[in-house]
C-alpha cells in the first residue's frame, strides 16, 4: 500500500562507519535504483538491479555495495563512510522497458557523514 | 555517455507569467520524461515523450520532444505559486531502462 519506501529518512554519522540504507517496494518491480544527489551534480545513478540476485554498477559505484536477495528489498551501504558521502539518496522502482522506463522514487534519505 | 543539459539553472517568475525550461543534448534518446521534485520527496513523473516532434499537454503544462529526439521543452502557461519545484529531465536509450538525468531547473513562482 505504502509503494516505495526508505529508511532512516535522516541520518547522522562519523567518518568510518558502516552505514546502511533501507529501500522496500510493495509494487514487485523488478528493476531498482539507488541515485545521491548534490548539489551542482543532479541525481547520479550509485547502482542498480534488474532482478532479486542481479545487481550493477552506476555511474558513481565507488564506497558504496549494494544486495538484492528479495525482490521488495534493495539495501545500499556505505562500508566505511567518508565525508564525500554526505548526500541525500533516492531510491527507485520501474517495471521495466516493456512498461516503459518510469521510475517511482522514495522519500529520499538524508545522510550526513562527519 | 549521454548527456542532458538543462536551462535555465534557476527561474524566479511572478504568478501568471508564462515560462520554458529546455532539455537538451547531443545524443538521441529512445524517450524523455519530465519530472518535478519538491523540498523533502522525490522526483514524481510529470509525462513521458517518445515519438520525435510529439506535443503532450497536462493543463497548463505543455511538453515537446525535438523532432531529432535530441532535445525535449516544458512551457508552463500562466504560473502558479503550485508550480514551484525543481524539474527535472530525464532520457532513456534505446533497450534501456536506466535514466540519465539532467541538473535540474529550480522554478520559483512568486504570488
Known amino acids: 500500500d505504502a509503494g516505495i519506501t526508505q529508511s532512516p529518512r535522516y541520518k547522522i554519522t562519523e567518518t568510518g562507519r558502516q552505514v546502511t540504507l533501507m529501500c522496500h517496494q510493495t509494487w514487485s518491480h523488478s528493476y531498482m535504483f539507488w541515485y545521491r544527489q548534490d548539489l551542482g551534480h543532479g541525481l547520479r545513478l550509485i547502482y542498480y538491479s534488474a532482478a532479486a540476485d542481479i545487481t550493477d554498477k552506476g555511474e558513481v559505484p565507488d564506497g558504496y555495495v549494494v544486495s538484492r536477495s528479495k525482490t521488495e528489498n534493495f539495501p545500499l551501504t556505505l562500508e566505511s563512510a567518508t565525508r564525500s558521502q554526505t548526500s541525500v539518496y533516492f531510491c527507485?522502482?520501474?517495471?521495466?522497458?516493456?512498461?516503459?522506463?518510469?521510475?517511482?522514487f522514495g522519500p529520499g534519505t538524508r545522510l550526513t557523514v562527519l | 555517455t549521454q548527456l542532458l543539459e538543462q536551462s535555465p539553472q534557476f527561474l524566479s517568475i511572478q504568478e501568471g507569467e508564462n515560462l520554458t525550461v529546455y532539455c537538451n543534448s547531443s545524443s538521441v534518446f529512445s524517450s524523455l520524461q519530465w519530472y518535478r521534485q519538491e523540498p523533502g520527496e522525490g522526483p514524481v513523473l510529470l509525462v513521458t515523450v517518445v515519438t520525435g516532434g510529439e506535443v503532450k499537454k497536462l493543463k497548463r503544462l505543455t511538453f515537446q520532444f525535438g523532432d531529432a529526439r535530441k532535445d525535449s521543452s516544458l512551457h508552463i502557461t500562466a504560473a502558479q505559486p503550485g508550480d514551484t519545484g525543481l524539474y527535472l529531465c530525464?532520457?532513456?536509450?534505446?533497450?534501456?531502462?536506466?535514466?540519465?538525468f539532467g541538473k535540474g531547473t529550480k522554478l520559483s513562482v512568486i504570488p
Open positions: 527507485a522502482s520501474s517495471v521495466g522497458r516493456q512498461g516503459g522506463n518510469e521510475q517511482f
Open positions: 530525464a532520457g532513456s536509450g534505446a533497450g534501456s531502462y536506466q535514466l540519465t
